[in-house]
């Protein structure tokens, strides 16, 4: 459960780090959320898909989807990730 609760908090920090989505653009959102995805790739085994209406990520043996755009995404992600911590802790 360390390796999820540390990439929970890596994504707070990723996410904070990009700046308020209510003021960014959905261009700006899109490439600050894929940079994201895409480290996550690089140096967690993330893998994500994108078709333009769904999007998908499964990182540390959780798999969560969205249809609005790679904020959702990840927020969604840390919720499935912050359940699996919280049973685990049952």
């Known amino acids: 459960m360390e390796k999820l609760s540390r990439l929970v908090i890596l994504i707070d920090d990723k ?5 308020d989505r209510t003021v960014l653009s959905y261009a700006q959102q899109r490439v600050a959320g894929h940079a994201i995805l895409a480290e996550l790739a690089s140096k967690e085994g993330a893998s994500f898909n ?27 992600w840390q919720a499935s990730a912050r359940r699996r911590i919280e049973q685990a802790g049952a």
């Open 15 to 19: 996410l904070a780090a990009a700046g």
């Open 50 to 76: 994108d078709t333009g209406n769904d999007y998908s990520l499964r990182l540390a043996g959780i798999r969560s989807t969205c249809t609005h755009g790679h904020f959702g995404l990840l927020r969604n």
